[in-house]
């Protein structure tokens, strides 16, 4: 969503850094939203996979009440947030700029201030969004809250390139009014969804309720959580700024690419088998919590793993083909390239921990990620401090975040043990090394169709660009999979039934059928 602005070169860009600043206002101050997306559906699912008839009807009384709540607290902090939007914005780094007194940093404090006040409803509209998820996930409507995560990007996209050709102030102020018509347009698409399961917009104001307390309480630690994160990623960005010119650049644009594979991979995963986790615990069937979760961690690998091996090889291809024109040149490519090959060594504890945390919120437990996401920030900062005083530098940033997220990763995975025994069993381990062979040999041979290629006929422009990464993409899936069914992969077609929104065969467990309670 962000290549139409690289063509500007964001460095040096007013409405570039404007934007930037003004989505971390509404990340880092009201990290309320990204509660929500954690535990709110979490909440739904232990409610709506309750199996008895009284949560017939306490639980679309519930969910009327936790929308209610929600939107009033969150409409409360969006105004205080517009309110207050300088201070706000000064402090997230405008302050620099105000202090300048020149006439570009004022006009930067101007647009800086416009823009946080145009975003900050987002974080509204993401909270009900949050609510929305978990009971179509509950009910195992998957389609629609999909098709909005795509909606947004759609939009998004739309808009910037609809106005590729205007000044730089007016190209961020509409990009800003994108993502408010972005998030809107995916909260609309599962309404009909709901309704078709019977909910009714009730509005009902009883935030004494138990349910109510039970959830808010959960929800302190997942908002401490969210605000380490913005946390984390304040500080990764601040350090950046002592690597030299272009290195924010390159780290932000990387972390963005890597959150593809990631939506693409994990989701789907943890859609799949999240809700029948959370259903075995509400019935107490531990053994098979377990052996649906090993199941889940063998599907994330069998996935990550070749998404890993194709960044390092296609990574460059992949962001000469997005973001190389106008302003953006081969060097930024380059070193971009390399920040993305040092993320790309986390993307599978990443993927493991998105498994693994919701693991946790099933059974109502929200500190226990939280000691882990804080271990894990502590030790990014200190390995970042040390690798930017090496040759790494910017790059070093990069792998200190990767390192970090295993040692997440291993946290979750670990005190888990206590509840659900050992995760990693000899299935789990046998997938691992078979996967990574296979991933390994997708490597060999697109890096050598890679290499021949350019030595042949270096691509140059955008079509000969698309190309390229089309054909070596598709010679990958190709290689990768025939390489899996030569080792004997487990549950590889499982994971193609997955990537295609089908319920994986071996995620069904005993009790995995019985429907949850319907709204009426």
Known sequence: TRGPTSWRRTDGAIGSPSRRTASSVSSTVFPWS????????????????????????????FFNRAVTVMFVIGL???????????????????????LAGSADG??????????????????????????FMGVC???????????????????????????????????????????????????????????????????????????????????????????LAQLNISINLTLANW???????????????????????????G???????????????????????????????????????????LGGPALALIFQRGEWTPTDTDKTAVALSMYALGLLPMALARLLIP??????????????????????????????????????IALGGSVAALVNAWLLWRWLRRDLGTLWDATVGRTALRCGVASLAMAAVCGGALAGWESLRPATHFVARAIQVGA?????????????????????????GVLRRKRPAGAAPSNADVPPAPME
């Open 271 to 313: 859609t799949a088998i999240i809700p029948l986790i959370s259903r075995n615990y509400v019935h107490g069937n531990f053994d098979e919590a377990r052996s649906v979760a090993r199941f889940g961690m063998r599907l994330t690998m069998v996935l990550t793993f070749p998404a890993m091996a194709g960044i390092w090889v």
């Open 359 to 396: 693991l946790y919120y099933g059974k109502g437990d929200v500190r226990t990620p939280v000691k882990a996401a804080a271990c894990a920030l502590v030790f990014n900062i200190a390995a970042n401090l040390i690798a930017i005083q090496t040759p790494l530098s910017y790059a070093g």
């Open 106 to 131: 004022a006009d930067y404090v101007a647009l800086g201030v416009k823009m946080t006040r145009i975003m900050l409803p987002y974080v509204l509209i993401l909270t009900l969004v949050a609510l």
């Open 472 to 496: 070596i993409s598709g010679l990958g899936v190709i290689v990768y999979f025939a390489a899996a069914l030569a080792l004997r992969v487990e549950d590889l077609g499982d994971a193609v």
């Open 243 to 269: 690597c030299g010119t272009g290195s924010v650049t390159y780290l932000r644009y990387s972390s963005r690419l890597i959150e593809f594979p990631l939506a693409l991979l994990a989701v789907p995963v």
């Open 137 to 227: 996930h509950a009910h195992r409507r998957f389609f629609t809250p999909t098709l909005g995560s795509s909606g947004i990007n759609v939009t998004i996209i739309a808009a910037a390139l609809l106005i590729a050709n205007a000044d730089k102030a007016h190209f961020a102020v509409c990009l800003a009014w994108a993502v408010v018509a972005g998030v809107a347009l995916r909260l609309a698409i599962m309404w009909p969804t709901l309704h078709g399961l019977g909910w009714r917009l009730a509005p009902e104001w009883q935030w004494r309720d138990p349910a109510m307390k039970s959830l808010f309480g959960k929800m302190g630690a997942a908002v401490f959580a969210a605000g």
């Open 34 to 61: 990204s509660a929500s997306v954690t535990t709110a559906p979490c909440r739904a699912r232990r409610r709506f996979t309750t199996n008895a008839g009284a949560s017939r009807t306490r639980t679309p009384r």
């Open 76 to 98: 409360a902090l969006t105004v205080a947030g517009i309110v207050f939007a300088k201070p706000l914005f000064l402090v997230f780094g405008g302050l620099k700029y105000a």
